[in-house]
């Protein structure tokens, strides 16, 4: 299986998740009509769900030989530090165009309309190293995809990414190139709030 | 207030593992302090953190504000450490839901900071993390923004002053407290 919810892969029952649910806030039509916006802001303001959220995937990753925590500006900065720390990995922050100083390689990947481009530091990873790559939300893949490209054009190992929300997968559309998600949890409905 | 002069033994190995690129983000001789190469050394970042974490830990601080994006590396783990909450503040637009807004001054023109309505309440004593500290106009927006809902700002704290660019003296008499200085 290649995409793993949390609560039906080692912790279901676990009352973290729930409590990590809880903790994120869904605003209405942002960033524009339609669109129902997953906030993680209310989940940093919440130490013991915070907590949570790190403490399980320092939990499935300790114990996996992984010397590389990559996350995406700016949300991603937000969750992969610690997780990094905690297991004694380096972190590498994959940014924006131009924000990165001095030598830089770059991937660029589609939006829903237009492209966008991801940059990380030559030198900062190293051919043989086994990665994992932490965002906030994983929807169609499309960031997380690009980041794991970006580590393999180095020669990293992209063992797994990590997620604290996620769609569930669209039957027949195949997300990250196959590589294995890890999800917390999933999206909450406005009604649930 | 400085804990390079403090000579703590970690101080060292922090200040090393930062690299300096010249020429960016403009040519005309800046200097930019990297602190992405503090990252790749497992040790320094936790050393980074543990030296900010030692500092705060006890001392009943409710509210941990990062600037992005590089007060966003280190803020939540120093929150997550100390027990505080951690809100970020963004630029605009970024954040969801109600805002609240601060303008600053730039070399040239204007920028705005961000943060939700509702993250701090009144009488939350907070900290404001970012990477670097050099004229200090986006700190002192940081500390106008908590203080409009009622916190305490108690300390500003970074990795890097550069203090010939005196931003210290633009924090209202607010402490600073940084690991290292660059000249």
């Given at each position: 299986?290649?995409?793993?919810?949390?609560?039906?892969?080692?912790?279901?029952?676990?009352?973290?998740?729930?409590?990590?649910?809880?903790?994120?806030?869904?605003?209405?039509?942002?960033?524009?009509?339609?669109?129902?916006?997953?906030?993680?802001?209310?989940?940093?303001?919440?130490?013991?769900?915070?907590?949570?959220?790190?403490?399980?995937?320092?939990?499935?990753?300790?114990?996996?030989?992984i010397?590389v925590?990559a996350?995406?500006?700016?949300?991603?900065?937000?969750?992969?530090?610690?997780?990094?720390?905690?297991?004694?990995?380096?972190?590498?922050?994959?940014?924006?165009?131009?924000?990165?100083?001095?030598?830089?390689?770059?991937?660029?990947?589609?939006?829903?309309?237009?492209?966008?481009?991801?940059?990380?530091?030559?030198?900062?990873v190293?051919?043989?190293e086994r990665a994992i790559v932490?965002?906030?939300?994983?929807?169609?893949?499309?960031?997380l995809t690009?980041a794991i490209r970006l580590l393999e054009r180095?020669g990293v190992e992209v063992v797994e990414c990590?997620?604290?929300?996620?769609?569930?997968?669209?039957?027949?559309?195949?997300?990250l190139n196959g590589k294995p998600l890890?999800?917390?949890?999933?999206?909450?409905?406005?009604?649930?709030? | 207030?400085?804990?390079?002069?403090?000579?703590?033994?970690?101080?060292?190995?922090?200040?090393?593992?930062?690299?300096?690129?010249?020429?960016?983000?403009?040519?005309?001789?800046?200097?930019?302090?990297?602190?992405?190469?503090?990252?790749?050394?497992?040790?320094?970042?936790?050393?980074?953190?543990?030296?900010?974490?030692?500092?705060?830990?006890?001392?009943?601080?409710?509210?941990?504000?990062?600037?992005?994006?590089?007060?966003?590396?280190?803020?939540?783990?120093?929150?997550?450490?100390?027990?505080?909450?951690?809100?970020?503040?963004?630029?605009?637009?970024?954040?969801?839901?109600?805002?609240?807004?601060?303008?600053?001054?730039?070399?040239?023109?204007?920028?705005?900071?961000?943060?939700?309505?509702?993250?701090?309440?009144?009488?939350?004593?907070?900290?404001?993390?970012?990477?670097?500290?050099?004229?200090?106009?986006?700190?002192?927006?940081?500390?106008?923004?908590?203080?409009?809902?009622?916190?305490?700002?108690?300390?500003?704290?970074?990795?890097?002053?550069?203090?010939?660019?005196?931003?210290?003296?633009?924090?209202?008499?607010?402490?600073?407290?940084?690991?290292?200085?660059?000249?």
């Amino acid at each position: 299986m290649v995409e793993m919810f949390a609560a039906e892969n080692g912790l279901k029952g676990d009352p973290r998740l729930q409590a990590i649910s809880n903790a994120i806030r869904v605003v209405p039509h942002f960033p524009k009509q339609g669109i129902m916006f997953q906030d993680i802001t209310t989940l940093l303001l919440d130490h013991k769900a915070f907590k949570h959220t790190v403490d399980i995937f320092v939990d499935r990753y300790k114990d996996m030989d992984i010397s590389v925590v990559a996350g995406v500006e700016a949300r991603g900065f937000m969750f992969g530090p610690p997780i990094a720390l905690a297991i004694g990995a380096k972190f590498v922050p994959l940014r924006k165009p131009r924000k990165l100083p001095g030598e830089v390689i770059a991937e660029a990947y589609e939006l829903e309309y237009g492209r966008d481009c991801l940059e990380m530091h030559v030198g900062a990873v190293e051919a043989g190293e086994r990665a994992i790559v932490i965002d906030d939300l994983v929807a169609t893949g499309g960031t997380l995809t690009a980041a794991i490209r970006l580590l393999e054009r180095v020669g990293v190992e992209v063992v797994e990414c990590g997620s604290v929300i996620g769609l569930r997968e669209v039957k027949g559309q195949r997300r990250l190139n196959g590589k294995p998600l890890y999800i917390l949890v999933e999206p909450r409905e406005i009604d649930d709030c | 207030m400085s804990a390079y002069r403090d000579k703590d033994p970690r101080i060292h190995g922090i200040q090393s593992r930062i690299r300096v690129v010249p020429n960016f983000p403009k040519s005309a001789g800046i200097m930019f302090q990297d602190i992405t190469t503090l990252l790749l050394d497992p040790k320094a970042f936790k050393d980074t953190v543990d030296l900010f974490v030692e500092r705060y830990r006890g001392k009943n601080i409710s509210v941990v504000a990062g600037i992005e994006a590089r007060g966003f590396i280190f803020g939540p783990a120093i929150a997550l450490e100390i027990g505080a909450k951690f809100v970020p503040l963004r630029k605009p637009k970024k954040l969801p839901g109600k805002v609240i807004s601060e303008e600053y001054e730039l070399e040239y023109g204007r920028d705005c900071l961000e943060m939700h309505l509702g993250a701090v309440e009144p009488g939350d004593r907070a900290l404001v993390v970012d990477d670097l500290i050099a004229t200090g106009g986006t700190l002192c927006a940081a500390m106008k923004l908590l203080e409009r809902v009622g916190a305490d700002v108690v300390e500003c704290a970074c990795v890097i002053e550069l203090p010939d660019l005196k931003g210290r003296e633009q924090l209202n008499g607010k402490p600073l407290y940084v690991l290292v200085e660059s000249h």
